[in-house]
């Protein structure tokens, strides 16, 4: 009897078989939520430069903001925080208290940092300043809330994507210098190229590889095509320039902001900014000229023009589409670390053990720093680094998660070699593990390939990019 009835059940009735049968109801549900994740203690270090960098309150608020997406068969979560580059460790903590509240599964997250540099430190750890401490609990209860949020406001749903270029704002911040123009690295060698090298047509001679000017759009509506969530992609380190000691999102923050206006849109809807691959890229008119701007203004005109260039994005989007399939792969990738050669550590030691003042004046900038991380690279007793590396499909589009700094050359590599029409790249993906130049870049050497900055073997780009591709394959072949 029981067998009997199995079989009737699964049996579907001859009338769906006929060729005006309805097409099975859509299943895709969609939710979004942000959390406000601001530090409540202050003085806190803002790193993100060489030296510490003290702030006493905000400029503007951060946040956490998810997106969750279902399909019936899987469930996934896309989520943007306001932070430098939150590591592993934070955000296994927080995916692990989202997971245990909405039964999602760990490997199904990707959390990116927008990598504003005026904000704090996620990953403090015991016998830190008290405030530093206070907030990794902050932090890490607030992006698990934010993805919590968003999976309880899970609704029927349909999704587009769609690309606009915003060129003006992105600019290729490593320089071949005119002759006799390059200063000596900190290890008193002369690389091939410099970053940041000043805007003087003096010095400047040409950029050492391309910008990424698209910014890329996933819209979502819910089911009566009211705007829900709007999760962007554009390849800018970020832009700088908050009031002195005030945490900010930087212009991240603001396009959040400001982008439910260009959509005539309510309270509830949540945009988020994410970091492309913007390792080389920045915001410094290098042979183009800026005039002065007071504090956050340049943060309030660039996130404006990437409102603008979001709008004229979503613009080209036909049909926002509920019949999607999704799809989520994320592999463990191990590389190895940079090792320091025998000489390269002696000249390290020579160097640290410089204490004369006048002495170490007259050495490259940065000398002592490079060489403690030269002689740290050469006591590290791991010999190898295991990184996430995330890839997921929503219908037709696909979206790679690379947990570094990573050059707008591999950006641009996946979008052009990936199997979907439409591709977003998102850097810091998961953890920050340094920079991630291409094996062309490290040969032209400069700030970005210099061991301590870069910390993984010099192919590492060439071996992320061949796993990247080969998951997006098995996406695209999925039944
Ligand atoms: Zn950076």
Redesign the pocket.
Known sequence: MKTLLALLLMTPPAALHAADAPKPASTLRAGAGAVDITPKEFPMNMP?GHSANMASGVNDPLHSRALVLDDGQSTLAMVVVDNLGAGPDVLGEAKAIAAARTGMAIDKMLISST?T?SGPSAGAGEGSPAPAVAYRKVFVEGVAESIVKAHAALRPAAIGAAAHPLPDEVFNRRWYLKPGKMPLNPYGKLDTVKMNPGTSPDVLDRPAGPTDPDITILSVQDAKRKPLALFANYSL?YVGGAPAGRMSADYFGEFARVMPSRLRTEESFVAMMSNGTS?DINNIPFGVIRPPREPFEQIRIVAQKAADTAWLAHRKIEKHRADVRLGMRQREVTLKYRKPTAEQVADASAVVAIKDKAAIEKLPRLAQNYARSTIAASERPEETLTVKVQAIRIGDFAVCGIPF?TFVETGLELKKRSPFPQTMVIGLANGRHGYLPTPEQHVLGGYETWLGTNVVQEDASVIIVTNLLEMLAELANAK
């Open positions: 993100g990598h540099h380190h390792g700094e």
